[in-house]
């Protein structure tokens, strides 16, 4: 039976052998502390003055140590100010993984440019001069600028700039113009980077035929391919385990779906719009009602039939600005959707009033 107890009573614990706690082997303490011989305060109140280089008590003011080493930061600089281009900072920039070398070189100040410095200047540009550098710093300055020209994204802009590293180091398509492989790498990194463009969209920014850009553009995915299978294979052998962000995927055709978000973008359409056109367009692509119709007269003639559905009407003339296609095409592939209309329309687009079959257009 358990002994009961009034409130605030503590249980008697039984006699019995307690248990010793095994001493600890005898050690040095080898931390060192450094308090002020005049106030032995623990634990100190010391100031490291960097000004000055010393270490003084912050309790009455006894110097305990000068020469002290500043180990902060030294990324403080002036460069912007300064007339005469004095940069205090000691380090260089950062290694650029889409350049050959080490990047590690000295560079002579060019200085007054007269005598000894011009000299030096010119032998270290002549000695340290790499043609292959100067090759892909003039192909990323051509990407960038392409890039910039079209509000293509950053991603897609290194994304291609790393593809044509590949081919240069490669050495393959010897012999094609330059502007030709260029082409083709945006190409492909807007497809990889899952914001695609069309053969007329590529064309119309780097003046390189549609044909030539069909052509490099198989080209240079069989090479990617390849590459990427000799990669794997290497990795296999070593008995390493692939980085599936390092490795090349194969691209897809442009879908139609896709082209939807940038054009109701531009032409200012609500999201539920956008929305409903790449539904619609999805749907169109599985049961073939515009079967052999590109992606951009499929986008087209959704966005048209959808913006009417929705009361926010755009002409065949607004939408064949921006996706590239006559008007004539919309309005020959619309009337194949109004036909089956009753089919393709998904009650969930106009109920609660958000749209009305009578808005659409007459044939």
Known sequence: MGTALSPGAMPVMPNGP???????PWRENLNMHVICRECKEVPPNIVEEFSSGDMVCGSCGLVLGDRIVDTRSEWRTFSNDDGANDDPSRVGDVKNELLNGDQLTTTIAFGDGLGR???????????????????????YKEIGALCDAWNIPKNVSDTAKHLFKMVNDAGAFRGKS???IIAGCIFIACRQCKVPRTFREIFALTKVSKKE?????KALEKFFAAQNKEKMENL???????????????????????LCIRYCSQLGLSPKCTMVSQQLADKLTSNGSLAGRSPLSVAAACIYFVSHL???????????????????????????????KEKIIDPDWIKDGKGDIKLLPKV
Do not use: C, M
Request: no cysteine.
């Open 18 to 24: 307690k248990a010793e706690k095994p001493e600890e």
């Open 117 to 139: 410095s011009r000299d030096l200047h010119r032998a270290q540009n002549k000695s340290t001069h790499d043609k292959s550098n100067k090759t892909l710093l003039a192909a």
């Open 178 to 180: 330059q502007e030709a």
């Open 213 to 217: 850009i069909g052509r490099i553009f």
């Open 236 to 258: 296999e052998k070593d008995g390493r385990v692939a980085n599936p962000n390092d490795s090349y995927n194969a691209t897809t055709s442009t879908k139609a779906q896709e």
């Open 310 to 340: 929705l009361g926010q009407g755009k002409s065949p003339k607004d939408i064949s600005a921006v996706a590239g296609v006559s008007d004539g095409t919309i309005r020959t592939a619309y009337k194949l959707l109004e036909v089956e």
